[in-house]
């Protein structure tokens, strides 16, 4: 049986090449990669001639995420979905509306398997890595539901995209391809949890995104105990790979670090947060970037949120050692908007 092709993962030369294969004109590529950049089924293609739709519906693979499942936050509009792929597995988006424009958060996996016990996404384990159509396909899917253009994009769903590293940056180009959604790179963000290896290939390819490292701890004892990848690459590793992506790259690292409750949120914590990225980035007069979460509540994990007045107190001690540091305001509450608890409901659901 020939293997059928992914047409969403395919560059315009890609796609060219694959026209051409079929027997059809060059210029067949531009017209398709058109309605692709809309979402618009193969049949629906009016400008392509039906044997050509035909043949195109028995050749290709349908890869664009579908809308399993849709909640708006009557707070601030904010729209989680749940997006269904093609065989049959789930995984989570989050478009969010902001003055400057609106922001769409993508998933890179189906689960995870980085083990982060404050993490709603990580329960289950990693059940695969996701093409970089469904990567786009979410963009594409979420523009078509609203009628509105997504202008940034935040790796920061379910999965860790280092772990899917190929499939990422195949999506990064195709994302940024000024025939395809042209989102420029310096509107995206990577999160990652700190797979070290790929922070240093990523420094390698240049790509002027922001990177976003998932710290949430400044020793190694308590970084350990929350999030399983410290013990295969600790902090002073981690760290010493942001330093060299930011020497590589010149692009600012964000840090992103989740207050819990009686767990690493005292102001103890917080001098030591700050001393530590001040050991590292201020000999590299690197500007320092905090943002602070306060950690979602979810029943699995028995880890609880402090008060907005103790990540201000965090933010302000922070800041006192001229680090910039942000509490991360949080849009639709109302939904559960943080990400894995949709997915995970809904596979809890089905199994009842």
């Known amino acids: 049986m020939t293997e059928k092709t992914d047409l969403y993962s395919l560059s315009t030369a890609e796609l060219t090449d694959f026209v051409k294969s079929i027997g059809e004109p060059a210029f067949r590529a531009k017209q ?87 993490c709603a996404s990580t329960i289950g384990g990693r059940v695969r890595d996701l093409l970089p159509s469904e990567l786009l396909g979410q963009i594409i899917a979420a523009q078509r539901d609203t009628g509105e253009r997504v202008s940034n994009v935040v790796m920061m769903g379910i999965g860790e995209p280092l772990d899917n590293y190929d499939n990422v940056i195949k999506f990064l180009e195709l994302v940024n391809a000024e025939d395809g959604l042209n989102i420029g790179y310096r509107h995206i963000s990577l999160s990652t949890c700190g797979v070290v290896p790929r922070i240093r290939a990523l420094a390698e390819v240049e790509l002027p995104i922001t990177l976003s490292i998932s710290l949430h701890a400044a020793n190694d004892e308590k970084r350990s105990a929350i999030m399983p990848v410290n013990n295969k690459w600790n902090i002073s590793e981690l760290l010493d790979a942001c330093a060299y992506y930011y020497t590589k790259t010149g692009r600012r690292i964000s840090f992103e670090y989740t207050l819990i409750s009686g767990k690493n949120d005292t102001e103890g914590d917080a001098r030591e947060l700050a001393e530590l990225l001040i050991s590292t980035f201020r000999k590299l007069s690197a500007p320092i970037h905090v943002n602070l979460i306060r950690v979602n509540e979810v029943k699995e994990t028995g880890f609880r949120e402090g008060s907005c007045e103790g990540a201000n107190k965090f933010a302000a001690t922070l800041e006192s050692y001229g680090i910039v540091a942000t509490v991360r305001r949080r849009l639709g509450t109302d939904i559960n908007a943080a990400c894995g608890q949709l997915r995970r409901s809904a596979k809890t659901s089905k199994e009842e």
């Not at 309605?35 to 009016?46: K, S, V």
């Not at 904010?78 to 269904?84: E, R, S």
């Not at 989050?94 to 996996?109: A, E, P, W």
């Open 32 to 118: 398709i990669k058109a309605w692709l950049n809309l979402g618009t089924p193969i049949a629906e293609m009016t400008n392509l001639s039906r044997p050509l739709r035909e043949k195109l519906a028995q050749l290709t693979l349908d890869t664009l995420p579908r809308v399993d499942t849709k909640l708006t936050s009557a707070i601030d509009g904010t729209v989680k979905y749940l997006f269904a792929l093609h065989d049959g597995a789930a995984v989570e988006s989050v478009f969010m509306r902001y003055k400057h424009g609106n922001t769409l958060c993508i998933s890179s996996q189906v689960g995870c398997r980085m083990g982060c016990r404050f």
